[in-house]
């Protein structure tokens, strides 16, 4: 394999799971274009040496963001998270309304938008995708359309300009990251902090969340990892902790070495998950219960469908994309996917070729399978009304379960 390390550089790698060859998550097409989307290798890999979990293959990042319909917005959940992020991180670090706060990867500024409600106005959003800074831009947010890395922030930011660096759900994204990591170093104060939300490796495997598994998801970090990869650059890990967000993750803080912040005493403790537990073995074990979740899944979903059910899809995610397409569910078991994001109306699951339409109250499906379960709590609550009605939910994960 003429793959090194993302992380360490080892050329000692070891593939955990082949998805077989498979479409980028985001590429949803229109009915002119359907059986010509473009697939690529999904392989799982394993490093030997740092243990990261990582993709063996590559989509040029280009491909993949700058232009998508992905809008964070989309979900009272996630406001509510981004709101208790920006409120934490205003009281710990003392934020002020000249202090330059920079989020990367910042979509449509949804998170910043948080921190300006507090009054700390002086916020700057870097983000790939030219369609979603339109609506960054429209929110009175300063934004940069370009992909972040050590040119850019060298090009745009002083030197240890920035008093706070967000990164919420980007670190595993990152074709360049070492780049990336340089270029937050160059603009990090001396007393300033880098917010980094990574979806939790434990999580996935706890949680049976395979669908994490996709091409813009390049990296799956533990705590563990993310100390090794930062600390070359003389930057650590000086806070954590867990979050449900996103169905599990850890929010690190990070700060320069032998800088003013003091280190918290047991970080693995404080987040309450056990990073030793997740190695080389314990991912193996966790990738053939996948194998046979595949087979499972679509067991279910034909046998309703055999018995005359309607079965629609509630959100149409990325993730969805994996889960769908890796158990052979295609649109002769789903009729269509609802959606409240107008950016995907109109448009097919690519491979499974799945319609995607506006949510419509008055056309209900027996079963909704919920791609969008990490919005579970969310989406069941909202929704009482058509479960009242005979409407059940298969929530997939961590085990399939129906609801209603």
């Not at 959100?315 to 889960?323: C, M």
């Not at 009729?335 to 107008?342: F, G, Y």
């Not at 079963?367 to 479960?387: P, Q």
């Amino acid at each position: 394999m003429s793959f090194n390390c993302r992380s360490c550089g080892s050329e000692k790698l070891v593939e955990i799971l082949d998805f077989g060859k498979q479409p980028w998550c985001n590429d949803f097409i229109t009915k002119e274009k359907l059986g010509e989307e473009k697939v690529y290798p999904l392989k799982v890999v394993c490093c030997e040496e740092c243990e990261l979990l990582q993709l063996s293959y590559t989509i040029p990042k280009e491909t993949m963001f700058q232009n998508h319909q992905y809008l964070s917005s989309m979900t009272s959940t996630l406001g509510k998270h981004f709101l208790k992020i920006a409120e934490e991180n205003k009281e710990q670090f003392n934020l002020t309304k000249d202090d330059l706060i920079v989020d990367i990867g910042g979509n449509d500024g949804f998170q910043l938008m948080q921190y300006k409600s507090l009054g700390l106005e002086n916020v700057v959003n870097v983000e790939s995708a030219e369609n979603i800074c339109d609506f960054s831009r429209k929110k009175g947010i300063k934004t940069i359309n370009e992909f972040f890395n050590e040119p850019m922030a060298t090009k745009h930011f002083e030197s240890r300009s920035a008093k706070l660096i967000n990164a919420s759900g980007v670190f595993f994204h990152l074709e360049e990251l070492h780049s990336v990591i340089r270029g937050i170093k160059h603009m990090l104060a001396d007393d300033g902090v880098f917010v980094i939300q990574f979806m939790y490796a434990g999580a996935m495997v706890e949680n049976n969340n395979f669908d994490t598994i996709y091409h813009e998801h390049l990296c799956y970090y533990t705590l563990k990892n993310v100390i090794s990869l930062l600390s070359p650059y003389e930057l650590e890990v000086f806070d954590a902790y867990y979050s449900d967000i996103h169905s599990g993750s850890i929010i690190a803080k990070v700060t320069h070495k032998n800088g003013p912040r003091d280190v918290k005493t047991n970080l693995f403790h404080k987040t309450k998950k056990n990073d030793e537990k997740y190695t080389l073995e314990e991912y193996k074990k966790f990738f053939k219960n996948v194998e046979a979740y595949k087979d499972e899944l679509y067991r279910v979903l034909s046998d309703l469908k055999s018995k005359g059910n309607k079965i629609y899809a509630y959100g149409g995610p990325a993730k969805g994309n994996t889960l769908l397409n890796y158990c052979g569910i295609t649109n002769q078991i789903i009729d269509k996917v609802v959606e409240i994001n107008k950016l995907k109306i109109g448009f097919y699951m690519p491979q499974s070729h799945i319609p995607i339409v506006l949510e419509d109250k008055e056309d209900l499906p027996d079963y909704y399978l919920l791609l969008s379960h990490n919005f579970a709590r969310e989406i069941i609550r909202k929704n009482t009304d058509i479960i009242s009605k005979g409407v059940k939910f298969i929530i997939p994960f961590p085990e399939i379960k129906i609801v209603g």
